[in-house]
């Protein structure tokens, strides 16, 4: 499981885009805390505690907590929109939903590939053609993967990983269900692959010529 954040969160008394400004002023970043059951709330963060999460990636599909002044215990939270400066790259707003146990939500996990020295289309020169990057699935909440793994052990050029090999934990499922889809392929080296456009160009090439002969021997 990934690092869970835990964030130190304070109430705004005051809502919109003036008291957003205020906020970032003095070195919060302004956000919405929902969900639960219970009321929107305007809030704010540090900004050092959200900026270092942001930066190692745990911003978006981790679970976090915040730390609240007057309640005993931490309250499980999902970052679900995060706003972020376009020229200096750190976050300038965030929504939080407030989550528990029963809580699922959908969530792209990103896929880490092993065994590649197992594989013999890429000992071959193949490449790993990934299909797809991250898996998008509904997960609990409070159990959400950090990654998942995909094992390309024995898989030969034109062999491929679909969802079905992937081992999914307990309450995690894809969120396409219709059809067993590819994750990744092991695609033919780029030099065997012009040969083979080659072959096939020089095939077609000496198609017509030979139905020409032959149909000139008819008719003498």
């Given at each position: ?5 835990i964030?130190?969160?304070e ?8 008291a957003a400004?205020?906020?970032?002023r003095e070195?919060?970043?302004p956000?919405?805390?929902y969900?639960?059951g219970?009321d ?8 050092n ?9 745990r ?6 907590k ?6 005993k215990?931490?309250?499980p ?15 300038i707003?965030?929504?939080l ?10 969530v792209e996990?990103p896929?880490?590939?092993?065994n590649?020295?197992a594989?013999?289309g890429?000992?071959?020169g ?7 990057h991250?898996i998008?699935v509904y997960?609990?909440a409070?159990?959400i ?6 094992d390309?052990?024995?898989l030969?050029?034109g062999?491929?990983?679909h969802?079905s090999?992937i ?5 995690v499922?894809?969120?396409?269900t219709d059809?067993?889809?590819t994750?990744?392929?092991?695609a033919a080296?780029?030099?065997?692959r ?7 160009a020089?095939?077609?090439e000496a198609?017509?010529a030979a139905?020409?002969?032959?149909e000139g021997?008819?008719e003498?």
């Open positions: 499981m990934a690092e869970t954040d964030f130190y969160c109430v705004r008394e005051r809502a919109g885009k003036g400004r205020a906020a970032r070195g919060w970043v956000g919405v805390l969900g639960g219970k929107p709330v305007s809030i704010r963060l540090r900004v505690e959200v900026t270092k999460a942001h930066q190692a990636g911003m978006r599909a981790h679970l976090a915040i730390d609240v002044p007057g309640q215990e931490l309250q939270v999902i970052a679900r929109e995060v706003q972020v400066d376009p020229v200096r790259d750190f976050p707003h965030v929504d939903m407030r989550v528990d146990e029963s809580t699922r939500i959908d996990i896929v880490h590939f092993l590649e020295d594989s013999p890429l000992k071959r193949g490449v790993l053609n990934i299909v797809r991250t998008e997960a609990p409070t159990a993967p950090e990654y998942f793994e995909a390309v052990t024995g030969d050029i062999d491929a990983v969802i090999s081992k999914l934990p307990e309450g499922t894809p969120t396409i059809r067993d889809f994750v990744a392929t092991i080296p780029s030099a065997l012009s040969e083979e456009a080659g072959e096939a020089a095939e077609e198609t017509p139905e020409g002969t032959e021997a008819k003498e």
